[in-house]
């Protein structure tokens, strides 16, 4: 799972607009910026070398309940992240094994994943986490640079988010 910043210039949206308050309506607003330019989601697995995704619907939802998987896989407890989006449709569960991750993939569409559980080292699990967070963040706050003094964009965007999971924007 990884995303790609956009290479292009960046025009900030526009500044009189308020900024939400809370983190989801953040994130979908910056995704729809996002998906104005060349920046790329790619998650591959279960027999998929390339999932469709889009920047706009579904590297949004995922981007929402990323503080919470983080900071679920930090912890080493099982977690969840629902690629809901139509056609895409595709739960993930993680759980601990030792110092690796069972990654199981459950279709709710005719596509069968196969396999169907994956595994991966815990700690390369957590970097990639980190990695899609901090470029998420950096390239949020270049179309919205209030957004570099908001928890957890401020954090994640220095690489300094080992206590920034969860968001907690205020205006």
């Known amino acids: ?38 920046c790329r989601f790619r998650v591959e697995g279960f027999g998929d070398p390339h999932w469709a995704l889009d920047i706009g619907y579904d590297f949004s939802s995922v981007m ?10 930090r912890r080493r407890a099982s977690a969840h992240l629902d690629f809901y989006g139509q056609g895409v449709e595709r739960l993930l569960e993680f759980s601990f094994a030792d110092d690796h991750v069972l990654i199981s ?21 957590e970097t990639m986490l980190g990695d899609l967070a901090r470029e998420f963040s950096r390239a949020a706050i270049r179309v919205d640079p209030r957004l570099a003094d908001l928890s957890p964009f401020a954090d994640w965007a220095s690489g300094d988010d080992r206590e920034s999971d969860g968001p907690a924007p205020t205006a």
């Not at 607009?17 to 994130?27: A, Q």
């Not at 929402?64 to 896989?73: C, S």
């Not at 569409?109 to 700690?123: C, G, L, N, Y």
Request: charged share 20%; with cysteine; proline share 16%.
């Open 105 to 125: 993939c459950e279709s709710r569409t005719a596509w069968t994943p196969d396999p169907s559980i994956e595994r991966i080292d815990a700690t390369e699990l």
């Open 1 to 38: 799972m990884s995303f790609t910043p956009p290479q292009s210039t960046l025009v900030p949206g526009p500044p009189d607009m308020p900024l939400p308050e809370d983190y989801p309506t953040i994130v979908m607003e910056v995704c729809d910026l996002l998906a104005q330019y060349d």
């Open 64 to 73: 929402e309940q990323l503080p919470d998987v983080l900071a679920a896989i």
